[in-house]
């Protein structure tokens, strides 16, 4: 599987690695921090065995984007297991990932996960995962006590694979 991930500014980056660190700190649940998952917002999960080509149009994409802003505003959860701050779904959000998605249809041999197509996505970033019912409480409460909405900058889009996270590459957005 390889993902299409959308990372942040400096400050943006510190405050999400912060959070990510108390809630594995305070569960003793260290996934993220295990596997060295850095803070992001995924856009687009997909299979392919051309990843040259999604190199290719992923850096087409990035040329022809820009550096934009996030608010971040939301604490959330996708039952069972995971705990993940959420930005408000602007313009800026919702062009970035439809044209994602239009660089990457143009692949033949490509599927593209349900939950990152249009009108399917849901943009967050995971701050605590396979978390238990008393991990999962625990990981609220920290955020209950240290989440204030905030505004931040989306500054570069990656290209990875999972199980184990691994970056391909990276390409910074122009301001």
Known sequence: ???????????????????INQLAAKTGNTYMTD???????????????????????LEKA?????????QWVSVGT??????????????????LS???????????DITIS?????FSWFPHATMGKKLSK???????SVLQHQFGAFSGQVTALGLAKTNPYEDLTVFLLEK
Do not use: C
């Open 134 to 140: 008393e991990e999962m409480k625990e990981a609220f």
């Open 78 to 95: 996708f039952f069972p297991s995971v705990i993940y701050l959420a930005p408000v779904l602007n313009v800026y959000l919702q062009s």
């Open 1 to 19: 599987m390889y993902l299409i991930s959308a990372y942040f500014d400096d400050n943006t980056n510190n405050r999400l690695t912060q959070y």
């Open 62 to 70: 990035a040329e022809r984007l820009s550096v934009g802003t996030l």
């Open 114 to 118: 349900r939950y990152y197509q249009p």
């Open 98 to 108: 439809q044209q994602i998605y239009d660089s990457l249809i143009q692949i033949q």
């Open 35 to 57: 596997n060295h998952v850095p803070p992001h917002i995924t856009l687009s999960a997909f299979e392919t065995n051309r990843e040259a080509e999604a190199v290719r149009l």
